[in-house]
């Protein structure tokens, strides 16, 4: 592990006024987003789409890492280069998405557990000789009644631990994903404390399991209300909420919090991360790692079409810099 490295990437990914771009949606995943604009998943209007996304002039200045799906980071763009070495040449960072996905957790109804340590190790060899920097696993925990289970929470914290020292082994930047997920109608309090609950439990594991602190990125959820809530907390209470949160549980050899979007709208997600960064943010930089925030309403722009591309790279050019101004506190809007 060369720890000088890992630092140095780990501390690029958050620069200031740059934030990680996430579009390593699964085949599956991307499926659900084209539908929401009538275009078929087939491989063609998959790179199409990506090609869109890191050809747009100018985004480097916001953007410091691109996290890609497999398919992608051994595809090229609509020119012929390798997606990875066009995103290198304009100084963003390619990563990679590895983990298979939350699958049910044996005897534990409702709630997940996420694969992909089989053979990890030599996949890991392989995407570095590829381009990519950094690595993501996402954990999903998931608000309900009676969950989420301490046994869910363990079972997940130890795999995402396992994955971030598999990934450094190999001089891959290991992003650290425990998703609470915001769709149930919990209060923020309950919010609160499964996000505290959740990130003691990780931060034990990569303590157990080694893993260099200051070679790696958080990448968690805001402590917000459930989407069904009734009562909805308004942006400094989220934003104030977070920052205790994170304050408990996160060490500051971490070097960076890139937060995920989660389901908020591209807006709110922007005036949250503003938020938190005004009120001084924490001895961590406090960034973005945004998939739908950053991307919704270039998709909607795009539509599949190529005489639209010039509108959804304004738009994609737009909602990065304003995500770049909130990770500096000077958004307003
Ligand atoms: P969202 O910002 O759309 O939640 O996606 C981020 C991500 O990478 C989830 O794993």
């Avoid at 992608?72 to 763009?77: D, E, K, P, V």
């Avoid at 396992?162 to 769709?183: F, G, S, T, W």
């Avoid at 404390?193 to 958080?218: N, P």
């Avoid at 790279?313 to 770049?324: G, P, T, V």
């Amino acid at each position: 592990m060369n720890e000088k490295l890992l630092n140095n990437t780990a501390c690029a990914m958050v620069a200031p006024g740059k934030g990680i771009l996430a579009a390593d949606e699964s085949t599956g995943t991307i499926e659900k987003r084209f539908k929401s604009i009538n275009i078929d998943n087939t491989e063609p209007n998959r790179q199409a789409y990506r090609d869109m996304l890191f050809t747009t002039a100018g985004a480097e200045a916001f953007i410091s890492g691109a996290i890609l799906f497999e398919e992608t980071l051994f595809q090229s763009a609509l020119d012929g280069t390798p997606f990875s070495k066009l995103l290198a040449s304009k100084g963003v960072i390619p990563g990679i998405k590895v983990d298979k996905g939350a699958k049910p957790l044996a005897g534990a109804p409702g709630e997940t557990v996420t694969e992909g340590l089989d053979g990890l190790r030599e996949r890991l060899v392989k995407y570095r000789e590829a381009g990519a920097r950094f690595a993501k696993w996402r954990a999903v925990i998931t608000i309900g009644n009676g969950i989420p289970s301490a046994y869910c929470i363990e079972t997940n914290a130890h795999a995402l631990a396992r994955y971030a020292a598999l990934c450094q082994e190999a001089d891959v930047v290991p992003i650290v994903e425990p998703e609470v997920l915001m769709d149930a109608d919990n209060t923020i309090e309950i919010c609160e404390k499964v996000t505290s609950d959740t990130l003691q439990a990780v931060f034990d594991q990569l303590y157990l399991q080694r893993v260099l602190l200051e070679g790696m990125i958080l990448k968690p959820n805001m402590v917000i209300s459930g989407k069904k809530c009734p009562t909805q907390a308004d942006v400094s209470t989220v934003a104030a909420a977070t920052l205790r949160t994170l304050k408990h549980h996160v060490p500051s050899s971490v070097p960076g919090i890139a937060f995920l979007s989660g389901g908020q709208s591209d807006e709110v997600a922007t005036a949250h991360l503003n938020a938190m960064n005004e009120m001084g943010g924490g001895p961590w930089a406090l960034s973005f790692s945004y998939g739908r925030a950053l991307q919704a309403p270039s998709l909607k722009a795009w539509g599949g079409k190529v005489d639209n591309v010039a509108d959804a790279q304004r738009a994609f050019h737009h909602r990065a810099k304003m995500n770049s101004l909130a990770s500096l506190g000077q958004y307003n809007d």
